[in-house]
């Protein structure tokens, strides 16, 4: 009996190797799953992802761009550029309002006109018509409003004819652009004063 022991525990010993061996494989598993994950885990870590840093930095860098692009070109529009178009002669018509009698009579057919503030040449004279100087005045016990003349003032109504460059958008003379109401500040050979366009009329 002694003997068939002994032959149970060394028959019991190659099972309790077995099992051994078992669990270090079963270990060794987990130590495999365990590297994967930690791979897993540095690949997922090493890829960019969009957060809220960086959408608030795209949009600041977009917002620069577009201001950029819109002070260049506001910073361009603003220089003084002849525009491109044909050449045509216009005849338009400039009103002196208020002009000190005797000034206006110094206004003679074949002056030659420039801008006040740019010294621009905006063409010559074809003629002058003068006329009193007009306002409109309020009677203060009827409430009545009339026309009446302005003593010691004169009106003075100038055809000037210059060569314009046209475009589709406007009509320039020395690249001041002209256009009915526009305000106009003139030197003549011995004069000067202020007036509006009040007619153009293009192919005379």
């Not at 018509?93 to 740019?118: H, R």
């Not at 026309?147 to 109504?157: F, L, M, R, S, W």
């Amino acid at each position: 009996m002694m003997e068939d022991d002994t032959t149970r525990v060394e028959d019991d010993t190659p099972m309790m190797e077995d099992d051994t061996t078992r669990v270090e494989g079963d270990s060794t598993m987990m130590e495999d799953d365990t590297t994967v994950a930690e791979v897993n885990l540095q690949k997922k870590k090493g890829k960019w992802r969009l957060n809220l840093f960086d959408v608030i930095f795209i949009a600041c860098a977009i917002a620069a761009a577009a201001l950029i692009f819109i002070y260049s070109n506001r910073s361009a529009g603003s220089v003084s550029v002849l525009p491109t178009g044909s050449k045509e002669t216009v005849v338009y018509t400039i009103e002196f309002q208020g002009m000190i009698n005797g000034t206006a009579d110094l206004i003679k057919p074949g002056d030659s006109l420039t801008d006040k503030v740019e010294n621009r040449a905006m063409g010559s004279v074809v003629s002058v018509e003068l006329v009193p100087s007009t306002t409109m005045q309020k009677n203060l016990i009827t409430g009545d409003r009339r026309i009446v003349e302005v003593p010691g003032k004169t009106d003075a109504i100038v055809v000037v004819t210059a060569q314009a460059t046209m475009t589709d958008s406007q009509i320039s003379v020395d690249g001041f652009a002209i256009r009915v109401g526009t305000r106009v500040s003139i030197n003549g050979p011995l004069y000067n004063s202020e007036g509006f366009i009040t007619d153009i009329v293009r192919g005379k």
